[in-house]
């Protein structure tokens, strides 16, 4: 019988969780989550909907992949999970964590149009301080700088459209 | 009263409210054209529409913010009236106007209405003279930044910083303090030019812990308005309405009807027409301040209808043609209704808009529930518009039951590859302030974190199955494919070899 052990992380990466599947026969598992065992019957329906009978409780899961995080959600459950094999698991400890240390790109969190440059290049900034105003579905968002430093660089002027993710500036 | 006929109309608008206007001409029999920018081909609207006419380049301004390229519509699709739906030109006299001299109907109010209520400080001043109380601000707009700031120091704050055109909570900020009020000031009036070619800005101080009660009113040509209800909308994000319902809480029978009559004298006071929604502050006092009128079909006027029955853009419609609206005692409201809006948009991230491309949709049925909606699946929720992806409603014979029922279809729910608001609105109904009856247009904030929806933790382990199963379905069936493949190379491979094995056999037979 095949068996998988997959690690889970949750919270944005700061918790994990083992599971280990083995499949008893077609579309019927075992699920080891830690000390628990449960049996489970899953029936695949379209567009990442799972049904699934867990120990004879019904369950009905929508499963939505944005990269590599999965958003699991069980009625108004949402969990954003990432779910590794212990191959993706090594990559992933490789790449390293998370900091504010060094230079801090700021991109665009969305596509929209930069409506005001609030610092120059070259301006000493705050933690918080504004960088830019982008407008986006005729609502404008601020962007703050993550730590204080230096606006080292800047990519976008005003009244410039954006794509989503865009470099707009840097703070080091 | 000449009647009028209306056998073609023009919806000026897009989205979820163009899908719902067109649906009840629909059912009127009557045709109806749509209106896209070039962001807007695919959308909802168009492919609903029995006609459409592109009216230019995606930002709004350029397209369905523009007087002359509407109205060239017009008369290319030879429509003989206008439903403006909410947004964009529903509010513009000067769109009435140009209509009129075209001789095409405007399904909305007289264009002197809207002067005298469109600007919010002249309607203020319309409404002191009609006896209607009003919150204390300033008189007429302030141009200069230096000179606002004085008055609010006047007033005191907090203070509101309000577009004299506006609306939609669009070029709209709360300033709680003197050091923010330069930032503010200046964003407001930016959201204002960019939202309604208008960045006139005025004050009006901020009533402590208001209530938003709005009233919908009703008048025909003939002379009759009448009053259908309140909406209570103070769930307010980034002063935009998030739930609204009816009827509210904090209203008896006897305040209701106080602030139906007060409604219906401001309204008659503009001389008005058609649909109209009148706005109320209600202060912890249970005092009821005129806020504004809002000269259009509003975005939650489902709440209405379903508490009464009525069709308001059929009775929009019919007071176009010059027909009759029901008297006020033929208005029956019964049960209860709650509405959410559903918005592309990320809770978690102070309500940032999330555009993108909807991988998968599934909505709500069952007993008392309504989705307007005016997206499908595989659509791309454009960048340039209003965040709005549908309006969910549910109706029930009482709170609790309209309450449950709401939360019931919300878990229905299911949009892929875009961040919604969907958790948040579950969070709200099932906070204890809201469900209690008690809140105000704070709620939101007060309550900010609680709001920020965290997943049941009982449910984790659940999640944690169905994301190991997908993965090991994922993982499993790579792999079989993979042998599969490679079993398919080995075959061919020996096809080959068989083939030649064969004629060698058949050359040494032979």
């Known amino acids: ?172 | 009263m000449a009647a009028r006929k209306i056998s073609k109309v023009l919806v000026a608008n897009r989205g979820e409210i163009a899908v719902r206007i067109i649906r009840t001409c629909r059912e009127m029999g009557i045709a109806t054209v749509a209106v896209y920018s070039d962001a807007d081909r695919g959308s909802f609207h168009v492919r609903n529409a029995d006609q459409a006419v592109h009216v230019g380049a995606s930002p709004s301004r350029e397209s369905y913010l523009d007087m002359e390229r509407i109205l060239d519509a017009c008369r290319s699709s030879g429509a003989d009236a206008v439903h403006p739906g909410y947004g964009f030109l529903s509010e513009k006299a000067e769109f009435a106007r140009a209509l009129d001299r075209a001789g095409i109907a405007f399904i909305g109010p007289r264009p002197e209405s809207m002067d005298a209520m469109g600007v919010k400080t002249t309607a203020r001043k319309n409404m002191a003279a009609a006896g209607v109380p009003t919150v204390p601000g300033s008189p007429a707009p302030i141009a200069d930044e230096a000179e606002a700031r004085a008055f609010a120091d006047r007033i005191g704050y907090p203070v509101m910083i309000k577009a004299a055109a506006g609306g939609g909570g669009k070029g709209m900020k709360r300033c709680d303090a003197a050091a923010d009020f330069s930032r503010l000031w200046q964003s407001a009036r930016r959201e204002a030019a960019g939202a309604f070619g208008d960045d006139r800005i005025y004050l009006e101080k901020f009533l402590e812990k208001p209530r938003h009660v709005e009233i919908q009113v009703f008048a025909d040509e003939r002379g009759n308005c009448i009053w259908v209800g309140e909406r209570e909308c103070s769930v307010q994000r980034r002063q935009q309405k998030v739930i609204e319902e009816s009827p509210s809480c904090v209203l008896d029978e006897r305040m209701r009807q106080a602030m139906g009559e007060v409604a219906v004298r401001a309204a008659r006071a503009v001389d008005y027409r058609g649909a109209g929604t009148v706005e109320f502050l209600v202060d912890a006092h249970r005092n009821f301040y005129f806020l504004e009128m809002n000269t259009r079909l509003q975005v939650e006027h489902p709440v209405t209808e379903m508490v009464t029955g009525l069709d308001l853009v059929r009775m929009q419609i019919e007071v176009a043609r010059g027909e009759p609206i029901l008297a006020q005692e033929q208005v029956v409201r019964r049960g209860h209704a709650v509405e959410a809006r559903v918005y592309a948009e990320d809770p978690g991230r102070n309500f940032m808009p999330s555009p993108g491309k909807i991988t998968y949709l599934r909505v709500p049925a069952g007993p008392g529930v309504r989705d307007d909606s005016g997206v499908y699946s595989g659509w791309v929720v454009p960048q340039f518009y209003d965040p709005l992806l549908s309006k969910l409603v549910a109706w029930a014979p009482d709170r609790d039951q309209a309450l449950a029922r709401l939360l019931r279809a919300l878990d229905e729910y299911t949009v892929h590859g875009i961040t919604t608001n969907l958790p948040y609105l579950a969070a709200v109904l099932r906070h204890p302030a809201f469900r209690s009856g008690e809140y105000d247009t704070g709620f939101c904030s007060r309550y900010a974190e609680e709001l920020l929806a965290r997943p049941d933790p009982a449910m984790e382990d659940v999640a944690l199955i169905a994301a190991a199963l997908s993965a090991f379905k994922r993982d499993t069936e790579e792999a079989e494919a993979f042998a599969a493949r490679a079993g398919e190379v080995g075959a061919s491979r020996s096809h080959w070899a068989r083939l030649g094995r064969a004629r060698a056999l058949r050359g040494g037979l032979r």
């Not at chain 1, 400890?93 to 120059?120: H, N």
């Open chain 1, 1 to 172: 019988m095949a068996t998988i052990s997959y690690v889970a992380l949750l919270d944005g990466g700061q918790r994990e969780r083992k599971v280990e599947v083995t499949r008893l026969a077609p579309g019927v598992f075992q699920v080891r989550l830690g000390d628990t065992t449960h049996e489970v019957d899953a029936y695949r329906h379209d567009h990442g909907t799972l049904s699934m009978l867990v120990d004879g409780t019904s369950h009905s899961a929508t499963l939505d992949e944005r990269g590599d995080v999965v958003h699991v959600r069980l009625k108004a459950s949402v969990f954003p999970v990432e779910i590794l094999d212990e191959k993706r698991l090594r990559l992933r400890r490789a790449a390293g964590k998370f900091t504010v240390e060094g230079k801090q790109t700021i991109t665009a969190p969305m596509p929209g149009k930069v409506a005001k440059v609030l610092v120059a290049l070259g301006d000493p900034v705050q933690e918080g301080q504004g960088l830019l105003v982008i407008e986006a579905m005729k609502m404008e968002n601020e962007l703050r700088s993550p730590k204080a430093g230096k606006v080292v660089e800047l990519h976008v002027k005003e009244g410039q459209t954006v794509e989503g993710n865009a470099k707009l500036c840097a703070v080091e």
